[in-house]
């Protein structure tokens, strides 16, 4: 099931124009999430988890099959709106939520 999963992930991907790894990486973190906010890098950047790479390595964040790519892509929209939905949604006290990434 997985094998299937990501490649339909490579034939969406690919039929968008990314080019990948033969591991479902793409280059650079960017073209995996063009929308990433400043903030949210700046918090995965702090954080331990090197997802945008170190010695060399790609950041696990440029993997389509990135569990930070996929929390990026649900909930870094919330962010700049009113987080009463995500709230509502999890069965969180709102308005005493908070929406960060590495804390």
């Known amino acids: 099931m997985l094998n299937h999963i990501r490649e339909q992930q490579r034939r969406w991907a690919e039929s968008c124009g990314l080019v990948l790894d033969r ?8 073209e995996n999430l063009p929308w990433l906010t400043a903030k949210t890098e700046q918090e ?5 988890g090197y997802e945008f790479g ?3 390595k790609p ?4 993997a389509l099959h990135s ?5 990026v892509n649900v909930f870094d929209y919330w962010r ?3 987080p009463a939905p995500v709230a509502e ?5 709102y308005p005493h939520i908070q929406i ?4």
């Open 23 to 30: 591991s479902g990486y793409t280059a650079q973190p960017g």
């Open 100 to 103: 960060g990434f590495e804390e």
């Open 59 to 62: 950041g696990k964040i440029t």
């Open 67 to 71: 569990s930070s790519a996929l929390a």
């Open 80 to 82: 700049e709106r009113d």
């Open 89 to 93: 949604t999890l069965g969180l006290a």
């Open 44 to 48: 995965f950047r702090a954080g331990d």
């Open 54 to 56: 170190r010695n060399g």
